[in-house]
């Protein structure tokens, strides 16, 4: 059996790192193709070195640009890898423009595609990254499902063929590496445990907007008046606040470029709480027994929300949700046993 993985951001270099261990262990070909969405060293490279993941075989190297021509670039790109090396599965992560376009690079050629964080839905319907989760569920022929919720969704929509409920990917993660987490950073950064606000922000919603982005980083200052909050810049929140005339805003706030994953989880263990739009990092903050303040319309992940481990804020009432008293509930197993990338390859060898 040959799979090639097609990864190409943040989020999904860190997922690759449960399912490429799993492959090895199961003595199965799989080949990694790096779209090359996300680039800068600590958006990609540091993951590959910290989390031990196989060197990708090709670099498309499409980098930034806009939605069409980033979408298109890879899917002229990938076409090419699929023609050499004829695979008998595609896999592709979440919901970025690299799964949308290795999913319709895979279908046109009949190429089974298996999409690992299949059946999210989210508000508003015309976010990029819920056209490119709806789009790649449809042609997909492997949905693996990291909540009961996923599941779901993808019945009303009368996907049900091949729909598996696997476990959160992230999950195996947090759990494998966890005696690796680095606990040095937030001393480097002058910070008491349990006496700060771990805080990250990228969603083209929320930071594309001068408007919106100003009430929010307002929000942010007020709430740094009380406890300290330590905002780990995405590039293209840096790139908004830069170009937006901003950066009054966050001078007080503790800044820091994008972090490594296990930096980024020592910082979670030991913060009181998490302020986020990222997909990943509200799942973490449950993980890691954190509230969430979710500045987000909606959250794809909704159990979060209904049983009030992460709360939904926006740039009015942020500063007034982080401040009310939240006690995190015990923690139930919403997102599967950590034996997630277990499952999918058990699936994948039963079904090929
Ligand atoms: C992308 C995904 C989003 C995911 C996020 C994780 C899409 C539509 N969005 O959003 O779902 O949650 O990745 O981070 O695919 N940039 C750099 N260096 C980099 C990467 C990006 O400077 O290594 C800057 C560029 O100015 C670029 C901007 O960030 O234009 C946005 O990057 P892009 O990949 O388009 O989207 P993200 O916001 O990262």
Same mark, same amino acid.
């Given at each position: 059996?040959?799979?090639?993985?097609?990864?190409?951001?943040?989020?999904?270099?860190?997922?690759?790192?449960?399912?490429?261990?799993?492959?090895?262990?199961?003595?199965?070909?799989?080949?990694?193709?790096?779209?090359?969405?996300?680039?800068?060293?600590?958006?990609?490279?540091?993951?590959?070195?910290?989390?031990?993941?196989?060197?990708?075989?090709?670099?498309?190297?499409?980098?930034?640009?806009?939605?069409?021509?980033?979408?298109?670039?890879?899917?002229?790109?990938?076409?090419?890898?699929?023609?050499?090396?004829?695979?008998?599965?595609?896999?592709?992560?979440?919901?970025?423009?690299?799964?949308?376009?290795?999913?319709?690079?895979?279908?046109?050629?009949?190429?089974?595609?298996?999409?690992?964080?299949?059946?999210?839905?989210?508000?508003?319907?015309?976010?990029?990254?819920?056209?490119?989760?709806?789009?790649?569920?449809?042609?997909?022929?492997?949905?693996?499902?990291?909540?009961?919720?996923?599941?779901?969704?993808?019945?009303?929509?009368?996907?049900?063929?091949?729909?598996?409920?696997?476990?959160?990917?992230?999950?195996?993660?947090?759990?494998?590496?966890?005696?690796?987490?680095?606990?040095?950073?937030?001393?480097?950064?002058?910070?008491?445990?349990?006496?700060?606000?771990?805080?990250?922000?990228?969603?083209?919603?929320?930071?594309?907007?001068?408007?919106?982005?100003?009430?929010?980083?307002?929000?942010?200052?007020?709430?740094?008046?009380?406890?300290?909050?330590?905002?780990?810049?995405?590039?293209?929140?840096? +790139?908004? #606040?830069?170009?937006?005339?901003? /950066?009054? &805003?966050?001078?007080?706030? !503790?800044?820091?470029?994008?972090? %490594?994953? =296990?930096?980024?989880?020592?910082?979670?263990?030991?913060?009181?709480?998490?302020?986020?739009?990222?997909?990943?990092?509200?799942?973490?903050?449950?993980?890691?027994?954190?509230?969430?303040?979710?500045?987000?319309?909606?959250?794809?992940?909704?159990?979060?929300?209904?049983?009030?481990?992460?709360?939904?804020?926006?740039?009015?009432?942020?500063?007034?949700?982080?401040?009310? +008293?939240? #006690?995190?509930?015990?923690?139930? /197993?919403? &997102?599967?046993?950590?034996? !997630?990338?277990?499952?999918?390859? %058990?699936? =994948?060898?039963?079904?090929?």
């Amino acid at each position: 059996m040959k799979i090639i993985s097609l990864i190409g951001n943040r989020p999904q270099f860190i997922k690759e790192a449960v399912l490429c261990e799993e492959f090895k262990k199961n003595n199965i070909n799989e080949i990694i193709v790096n779209s090359g969405q996300h680039y800068d060293y600590n958006m990609a490279d540091v993951f590959f070195k910290s989390l031990n993941i196989k060197k990708p075989k090709y670099n498309l190297n499409v980098g930034s640009g806009k939605h069409g021509g980033m979408t298109g670039k890879i899917m002229i790109e990938f076409e090419k890898v699929l023609e050499k090396e004829k695979p008998d599965l595609v896999l592709i992560y979440g919901d970025t423009n690299t799964t949308l376009a290795g999913a319709i690079v895979a279908a046109k050629m009949k190429i089974k595609i298996a999409h690992v964080e299949a059946g999210i839905r989210m508000i508003p319907k015309n976010m990029p990254e819920e056209i490119n989760r709806v789009l790649t569920d449809r042609i997909s022929d492997f949905l693996f499902c990291p909540s009961k919720k996923s599941v779901e969704n993808l019945k009303k929509e009368g996907i049900a063929k091949n729909v598996f409920f696997t476990g959160d990917i992230l999950y195996d993660l947090f759990l494998k590496m966890k005696n690796e987490f680095n606990l040095t950073t937030f001393k480097k950064l002058k910070l008491t445990p349990n006496k700060f606000i771990l805080a990250t922000l990228h969603r083209d919603y929320n930071v594309d907007n001068k408007e919106k982005l100003e009430k929010i980083l307002k929000q942010l200052n007020l709430i740094n008046k009380n406890i300290p909050i330590v905002f780990s810049l995405h590039p293209r929140t840096k +790139k908004r #606040i830069d170009d937006f005339n901003l /950066n009054k &805003y966050i001078k007080d706030l !503790t800044i820091t470029e994008p972090l %490594d994953y =296990l930096d980024l989880m020592g910082l979670l263990i030991n913060c009181k709480s998490v302020i986020t739009d990222s997909g990943g990092l509200q799942k973490e903050s449950y993980f890691a027994g954190k509230t969430g303040y979710i500045l987000m319309p909606d959250a794809g992940w909704t159990e979060l929300i209904d049983y009030k481990y992460n709360f939904l804020c926006d740039e009015n009432n942020l500063f007034q949700k982080v401040s009310q +008293k939240h #006690i995190f509930p015990n923690i139930s /197993n919403l &997102y599967g046993n950590g034996k !997630t990338g277990q499952k999918i390859v %058990d699936i =994948l060898k039963n079904n090929l």
